[in-house]
């Protein structure tokens, strides 16, 4: 029976990856520092399967990552700080948890005589920048980030939407591919590339398979509903539990592309299991654009409140306008196929957030990113 190790393991994914390991009888081994932000109660969360065997502990603290690292097999590194305004402002914390962490279980690797056969790191969607977009006259182009003034009030659809660099046009957004130039546009996004290159590169130096999985918007029970800083679902349901808003950046039509968790719980384990994944490169997500505003408008419905999204038509710095997944390689590779739908997937988290404990501290966030110039 293999030993998997999952730095990060007490977090949202991590618990429900836990749960996808034991069903299949691997041994699991969760690594996490309950980092307060993610995990106030700053305990091990109820929902974490008491099958799993827990170490308190810091990807920073060498010593103690390392002798988790030498009692497993493979690694899922899912450790990191998450939030990407946050990361804006507490640069030291991100660059430090995220490549500093990184860099300890690298070298761990690299110096240390262990038995790991397989490294999974997550990366992410938010590294590719702005999602590749078509104009109808001029073909397929990546563009740049937008550059617009924040504080503005600008309610022009076509203010919003990215312009073709030849002709001016409006463009249209089209799947990302894993081929797509990065273009990080946050200490966060930055911090998560340099997990995946590092990762990448050590193992290929060392003959230790690494796989990389870019996430994009997760989405699912267990999601912090109190972290301000993190996942659009939570903070939005954690708005409605408390009769406030969702509020909206720019005109709500900007689109991501959410996937369920148990997707990527069943991405995670084919990668895993899976020799064709080795040193390889896959988009997670569920390859369809989704609009913020038709999340806000869902989850209002299931909500049963009577509740009208509050749209700013403000910019927030850095924002994307639209990136969504190309899932083709991963289901050719792997045989992944998305198996929830959206409204079956946010009806679930719904149902499961009338339990859940929501306390509503976006407005303290948002104060943050105003102090900060950052909207
Ligand atoms: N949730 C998403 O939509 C999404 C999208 C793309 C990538 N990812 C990546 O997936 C991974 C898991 O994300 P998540 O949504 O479960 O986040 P999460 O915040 O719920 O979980 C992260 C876990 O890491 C732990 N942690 C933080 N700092 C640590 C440290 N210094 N040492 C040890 N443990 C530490 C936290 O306590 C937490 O339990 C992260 O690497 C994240 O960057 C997530
Ligand atoms: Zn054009």
Redesign the pocket.
């Given at each position: 029976m293999k030993k998997i190790l999952i730095?990060?393991?007490?977090?949202?994914?991590?618990s429900h990856l836990c749960d996808g390991l034991i069903t299949k009888d691997y041994k699991v081994t969760v690594?996490?520092?309950?980092?307060p932000q993610?995990?106030p109660e700053r305990k091990m969360p109820d929902c974490i399967n008491n099958k799993v065997k827990f170490i308190k502990?810091?990807?920073?603290d060498y010593d103690a990552l390392k002798d988790a690292v030498l009692t497993n097999d493979c690694i899922f590194?899912?450790?990191?700080?998450?939030g990407v305004g946050q990361s804006q402002y507490k640069i030291s914390k991100y660059v430090d948890?995220n490549i500093n962490?990184t860099a300890n279980l690298l070298d761990i690797l690299a110096n240390a005589r262990h038995k790991i056969k397989k490294l999974i790191v997550?990366?992410?969607?938010?590294s590719y920048g702005e999602g590749p977009v078509r104009c109808d006259k001029c073909g397929i182009f990546k563009p740049e980030l937008r550059r617009l003034k924040e504080g503005r009030v600008l309610r022009r659809h076509s203010y919003w939407e990215i312009k073709c660099p030849r002709c001016g046009k409006i463009s249209f957004p089209v799947p990302a591919g894993e081929e797509t130039v990065l273009d990080a546009n946050s200490i966060y996004a930055i911090t998560?590339k340099v997990q995946e290159e590092t990762c990448m590169l050590i193992g290929k130096t060392y003959g230790i398979p690494v796989v990389s999985l870019?996430?994009?918007?997760?989405?699912g029970p267990r999601?912090?509903l109190s972290?301000p800083y993190?996942?659009v679902t939570a903070i939005f349901i954690s708005r409605i539990k408390n009769n406030n808003p969702p509020v909206i950046f720019e005109d709500g039509l900007q689109t991501r592309d959410f996937v369920w968790v148990g997707d990527v719980v069943r991405a995670c384990i084919l990668a895993l299991e899976s020799e064709k994944a080795d040193y390889e490169i896959f988009n997670v997500g569920a390859g369809k654009p989704v609009s913020i505003l038709e999340i806000a408008r869902i989850l209002i419905k299931l909500s049963g409140k009577n509740i009208i999204p509050s749209i700013t038509y403000k910019f927030r710095k850095g924002d994307v306008r639209h990136c969504f997944a190309d899932i083709r390689k991963i289901k050719r590779l792997l045989g992944f196929k998305p198996e929830i739908s959206l409204t079956d997937g946010l009806s679930k988290l719904v149902d499961w957030s009338t339990e859940a404990d929501a306390r509503d501290h976006f407005d303290s966030a948002l104060k943050e990113l105003q102090d900060k110039s950052l909207v």
């Open positions: 730095t990060g393991g007490a977090g949202f994914i991590g690594f996490d520092n309950l980092d993610v995990h502990g810091d990807v920073r590194h899912f450790a990191a700080a998450v948890i962490g997550a990366a992410s969607m938010s998560k870019r996430f994009f918007n997760v989405y999601q912090s972290n993190t996942g």
